[in-house]
Nanobody, 115 residues
Framework: QVQLVESGGGLVQVGGSLRLSCAAS????????MGWYRQAPGKQRELVAR???????VYADSVKGRFTISRDIAENTVYLQMNSLKPEDTAVYYC?????????WGQGTQVTVSS
């Protein structure tokens, strides 16, 4: 079972930056796909970005050019660098992992962008 722990959320002003971290309990080189999702109040959870061991990366249109997902295999950590933040980026951000046909989720970290 893969355990995921997110960190790095917080309160930031419009135009600011944050970097989210997701630490996995095992080597991420053995995990097929890792990604970030977010859920705003009253809305469904949505994909932000994901990356696979085959090195393809997918971003939501709303974050393209502003957010970057990356892996640090040595640290078993996936990052989400978020720049030029907007109020509509406010949400709880969840790390996800897909391995052997199962999905795993972290507990989430709150990101609030104030205008």
């Amino acid at each position: 079972q893969v355990q995921l722990v997110e960190s790095g959320g917080g309160l930031v002003q419009v135009g600011g930056s944050l970097r989210l971290s997701c630490a996995a309990s095992e080597s991420i080189s053995s995990i097929n796909t890792m990604g970030w999702y977010r859920q705003a109040p009253g809305k469904q959870r949505e994909l932000v970005a994901r990356t696979s061991t085959i090195t393809y990366t997918v971003y939501a249109d709303s974050v393209k050019g502003r957010f970057t997902i990356s892996r640090d295999i040595a640290e078993n950590t996936v990052y989400l660098q978020m720049n030029s933040l907007k109020p509509e980026d406010t949400a709880v951000y969840y790390c996800s992992a897909q391995k052997s046909g199962r999905n795993y989720w972290g507990q989430g970290t709150q990101v609030t962008v104030s205008s």
